[in-house]
Structures are given as C-alpha cells and as structure tokens.
C-alpha cells in the first residue's frame, strides 16, 4: 500500500509499513510474511507512537516555560501530528515534521523531527534527529513506544514468553502513581539479564529502567520468531502492556521519563530532560529485526 498516507518498504527479507500520521510504524513483517507488530485493536489503538516532546506525563498536564504554562498532555504531540513525506523509496523513507502554530501553543520552541526508516538485512533500522531550529536551548525528550503482538503467535501461552537482555540489569526499577513516577524505587524482576513475562507484572503499569545497563535485547515465545532490538542515545526503557491484559506487549526506547511526582518546576529543570543548543542536532538509533 503506497499512497499519501501510508507507504510500504521492503528488501526480500522484512517489509515495513510506514504511517504518515505520527510517522508511525504499523506493519513489521518478516521473511515468512509473519507479522509482529499490533495492530491497534480495541485495547490500544496505535502501534508504535513516537514520543516527543515528553515522554510520560508532566504534573499536571503543564509545561513551563519561562514562568508560562503550557498544556500538554501525555507523551507529547508529535504521535498526533501529520509528518510530511520527505523521501519514499522501494527499501526507505523518510517523513518530517517542524514547528507549527498547534505545536508552539503547547511547546514554544522552534524544531524539527526527522525520521528515516530503511531496511537493512533481516532488520528495520529508524533513525531520529532532532533540531533545535531557534535561537534559544530548548529541552526536549523523545521515545519510542512499539507494541509487539504478545504472544507472538495465537494460542501461545504469554507466560511462555520472555525478554534477554544484552547484559544483566540488577539496577531497581521505577514504577508510576498516577502516570507520575513514584520516588522509591523498587528490586528489578530481571533475573540476571531475563526478564520472564506475565501480566501480573502490568499490574503497577509500566516496568521503567531508568539505570538501563543494556543496549540491546530480544523478545520471544515458543513457535514464534526471535525480534531483536537494539538502540543509541536512548538510555531509559520502558515495558508495557495494559495492567488489564491485553494481546501486546511494548518494548519501548526512551531519553527521558515522566516527572517525578514531587516535580513541579521549569520544564527544562525536570530529571531527565536533553538541553539542545539553538542550531544543533541530537540523533537517535533503533533496530528491530528478526534473529
């Protein structure tokens, strides 16, 4: 399907739908023409919201700024906004969005977000830049949000699935009150660098690390393909799924967090925030493939 909306990408070995609304990922197939993405049922309607210019929550639904407040809400705008198509080819593209009189109402800061999706073996590598196109520092965070079909296959036990990561995480995790993150930390459930799933661990909502040691894990289920992940310039993660059950489960990059729920400061004072200077580039990287 290749039209203004959507635009497919392949190489032989994956394939890839690309979504002009919010330059969302919505297909990741592979060679076998399995797909593992979810596919915004009644649950959760979307599947891989990019995350900018918060990730999580801000107390009270306000960004300041400068002594003014600003209302945003949860996870940022951009995975509502309309990106502009900058290259559509067979194995890439390429989608771009800027500042505008919506976006400054919520976030005075001139921008501009590129993604790049292109396909590269048995993997879909995309590429985030983000530019601060004003004259002044402007704190921003971005994250990834793919939900994943759990369990990968229909009529697989979810609890027979599991996240290794590329290097063990004792570190505690964060948990959320409210969408705001909780001041205790709490003992991790990675054993060792495996995480074992089900959905008593949704319970208290998303698993964050934010002292994320990896750099790279995968995700399987029995009869099911192997995604592999990996990323740079993110260095949080969150995992979720809805602490009702849900057939999805999200593995989720992140340079950022909610507020903490004592927070109620400038927003480029909160913990986690990235200070771009006027005129430059900061760039993201996140591979999902298949082993």
């Known amino acids: 399907m290749d ?4 635009h497919t990408i392949g190489n032989g070995r994956i ?7 919010g330059a969302e990922l919505c297909s990741l197939k592979n060679i076998h023409g399995h797909e593992v993405m979810w596919q915004a049922g009644p649950e959760w ?9 918060i990730v999580g929550r801000l107390k009270g639904d306000v960004l300041r700024h400068r002594g003014q407040s600003y209302a945003m809400t949860q996870h940022g705008f951009a995975r509502d906004q309309r990106f502009a198509w900058a290259g559509q080819g067979p194995a890439s593209c390429a989608l771009s969005l800027s500042d505008n009189e919506s976006s400054r109402a919520r976030y005075p800061f001139a921008f501009r977000l590129d993604v790049a999706y292109a396909t590269e073996g048995d993997y879909l590598v995309i590429r985030y830049a983000i530019t601060n196109s004003g004259d002044e520092m402007m704190p921003a965070s971005i994250g990834t949000h ?20 590329g290097v063990a995480e004792p570190a505690p995790i964060r948990r959320l009150d409210g969408g705001l993150l909780r001041a205790q930390s709490e003992p991790s459930p990675v054993q060792g660098g495996a995480l074992a799933l089900s959905e008593a661990l949704f319970a208290e909502d998303a698993v964050i690390i934010d002292q994320l040691a990896s750099t790279s894990l995968s995700y399987s289920g029995p009869g099911g393909p192997t995604i592999a992940m ?11 799924s ?14 950022g967090w909610a507020s903490p729920a004592d927070f109620d400061g400038e927003f480029a004072d909160k913990p986690g925030v990235m200070h771009i200077a006027a005129g430059q580039t900061r760039h993201f990287v996140q591979r999902i493939g298949f082993l």
């Not at 039209?3 to 959507?6: P, T």
């Not at 990996?230 to 979720?240: A, P, R, S, T, V």
């Open 146 to 165: 793919p939900a994943f079909n759990w369990p990968l296959v229909a009529g697989a036990d979810k609890e027979d699935h599991s996240i290794v990561f």
């Open 242 to 255: 809805k602490p009702s059950g849900a057939p999805f489960l999200c593995i989720e990059p992140w340079q």
């Open 45 to 53: 309607p979307r599947h891989a919201p990019i995350l900018f210019p």
């Open 230 to 240: 990996d990323w740079q310039g993110f260095h949080e993660l969150g995992i979720w």
């Open 15 to 21: 394939t890839a739908t690309i979504k002009a609304d």
């Open 3 to 6: 039209d203004m909306d959507r």
